[in-house]
T-cell receptor, first 114, second 115 residues
Framework: DVKVTQSSRYLVKRTGEKVFLECVQD?????MFWYRQDPGLGLRLIYF???????EKGDIPEGYSVSREKKERFSLILESASTNQTSMYLC?????????????FGEGSRLTVL | AQKITQTQPGMFVQEKEAVTLDCTYD???????LFWYKQPSSGEMIFLIY??????QNATEGRYSLNFQKARKSANLVISASQLGDSAMYFC????????????FGTGTSLTVIP
């Protein structure tokens, strides 16, 4: 059974803390994505990566960074968490551009910043 | 311009009835894929159905079908014989096959099935 696994379902952090959200996929997918989901706004792309050590900004990269040292792992980093980063974070993976196939999602990480 | 537009923030349907969730898209890439996802209250995103831009027939998966009207750039999801478990958020998405790696999502439609 193919899987995208996110390290934490629920996190509570304090303002100013550094936060790491980890995502691992076992499908040998080239592409990995981090989305943020807020009510009424749908899914907004934060960053994506199409290869190891490669990354591209999405629609809302401010306040976030990412790391992809291995093909199967894509990490989202909040250098200094703020209350407006309280949200649901979804990791996803897919085959590379030009190849058909859907986006596979992890279960989501609900982050609360106090 | 929005790549994916879902104009129905919320929909209600009687159990056992059919319901159509609207989705329109915007692209100049002749090769693209359209997707529908379901997100129950648990938060997981469940892939429902896929339609390729060159597919001649509308996609179907069990009670789900995709009403693909290419000229109108619409890709509506039809759920037949609604069940209480169909209550969820539904997202339409598109991927342009030639121009990039991204998937574009709509803002979603919240469906409530009434007993």
């Amino acid at each position: 059974d193919v899987k995208v696994t996110q390290s934490s379902r629920y996190l509570v952090k304090r303002t100013g803390e550094k936060v790491f959200l980890e995502c691992v996929q076992d499908m040998d997918h080239e592409n990995m994505f981090w989305y943020r989901q807020d009510p009424g706004l749908g899914l907004r792309l934060i960053y994506f990566s199409y290869d190891v050590k490669m990354k591209e900004k999405g629609d809302i990269p401010e306040g976030y960074s990412v790391s992809r040292e291995k093909k199967e792992r894509f990490s989202l980093i909040l250098e200094s968490a703020s209350t407006n980063q309280t949200s649901m974070y979804l990791c996803a993976s897919s085959l590379r551009a030009g190849r058909a196939g859907e986006l596979f999602f992890g279960e989501g990480s609900r982050l609360t910043v106090l | 311009a929005q790549k994916i537009t879902q104009t129905q923030p919320g929909m209600f349907v009687q159990e056992k009835e059919a319901v159509t969730l609207d989705c329109t898209y915007d692209t100049s890439d002749p090769s693209y894929g359209l997707f529908w996802y379901k997100q129950p209250s648990s938060g997981e995103m469940i892939f429902l159905i896929y339609q390729g831009s060159y597919d001649q027939q509308n996609a179907t998966e069990g009670r789900y079908s995709l009403n693909f009207q290419k000229a109108r750039k619409s890709a509506n999801l039809v759920i037949s014989a609604s069940q209480l478990g169909d209550s969820a958020m539904y997202f339409c998405a598109m991927r342009e096959m030639n121009t990039g790696n991204q998937f574009y999502f709509g803002t979603g439609t919240s469906l409530t099935v009434i007993p």
